[in-house]
């Protein structure tokens, strides 16, 4: 399927951590599967197929990541105009009913202002903020220049800011970045009290969930600094719904190794016939 020097290529892109260097074609052998019915789109697509279209490409455009190549192609379709669960203009639920921009993230944001202890005057990094579904409350609730958020492509962030309205902006001054070691300097050099990532975990590949937690530890320098994710746990790494992955708890734990882990919250769980999924929201807080 590749050579050796492309398995290089893969594992070279942003690996930070020994556990994440698995290759593509090892995470498709030993990840399993889970073949589930989407409401929306029938059988899940094979995701062995996504995996063999990113290697193509990559050969292609060697320094591309997975996140990159994935978020990239989204962005153009919620540009498109096309629906989303989470990103874009045209959001909506579960059953595919259309839901008012401020309404879509209103609850998660509220649960990560009351765990977090957010105040109006902490400094909050969303790392993976989308088209700020959830970023929007945050940068209305808080101060002006204290809601830094940053994505792998910036055509999310732009659709947010669309959204959000120029007025609000002006009075708010966010900040905005694309994901970059660059950017990971200033993240932590902002001193952030808080620190979120939602819905961005369990969809990070394989090849680079090492580099995520190192990003996420980097950026949550400050002492006493709380940083929360959700997540999909289960007892072995599982590939499922073919862009997505779960992780056994103490996988996740040893990869922020200089954070101390607070709490795992149950928030629901996926059971269509296969191992069952454990949605949770995960806290970590920097020692002072």
Same mark, same amino acid.
């Given at each position: ?19 994440? %260097? ?14 589930? +019915? ?14 063999? +279209?990113?290697?193509? !490409? ?54 990560? !202002? ?18 700020? +579904? ?35 902006? +002006? ?57 929360? !994710? ?11 719904? %073919? ?46």
């Amino acid at each position: 399927m590749s050579n050796n020097a492309e398995d290089k290529k893969l594992c070279d892109n942003g690996c930070a951590r020994p556990e994440s %260097s698995i290759r593509v074609e090892e995470t498709v052998r030993k990840m399993p599967i889970e073949a589930v +019915r989407l409401k929306d789109s029938g059988t899940a697509p094979d995701g062995q197929i996504q995996d063999v +279209r990113f290697i193509a !490409f990559k050969r292609e455009h060697p320094g591309v990541t997975y996140s990159q190549y994935r978020m990239e192609r989204i962005a153009q379709t919620v540009r498109d105009g096309s629906s989303h669960a989470s990103l874009g203009a045209n959001l909506v639920d579960s059953a595919g009913n259309k839901v008012e921009f401020w309404a879509a993230g209103a609850a998660v944001a509220q649960k990560f !202002f009351r765990s977090g202890k957010v105040a109006p005057d902490h400094r909050v990094i969303e790392y993976g903020c989308g088209s700020l +579904r959830v970023g929007a409350h945050f940068i209305r609730y808080l101060e002006p220049k204290k809601y830094y958020g940053v994505d792998v492509v910036d055509g999310f962030y732009e659709i947010g800011q669309t959204l959000i309205g120029e007025a609000l902006l +002006r009075e708010k001054l966010p900040q905005f970045d694309v994901i970059s070691d660059a950017t990971a300097e200033n993240l932590a050099r902002f001193s952030a009290d808080f620190i979120y990532s939602s819905a961005v975990c369990y969809h990070v590949h394989p090849n680079e969930i090492g580099s995520y937690f190192a990003a996420l530890e980097k950026i949550a320098a400050k002492p006493g600094a709380i940083l929360m !994710f959700d997540v999909k746990l289960i007892d072995e790494p599982t590939r499922y719904r %073919s862009l997505q992955w779960a992780w056994p708890l103490e996988y996740i734990k040893n990869g922020l190794p200089n954070l101390e882990f607070v709490e795992a919250t149950k928030l629901g769980e996926i059971n269509s016939g296969g191992p069952v999924v454990s949605i949770s929201m995960l806290k970590f807080l920097r020692p002072s």
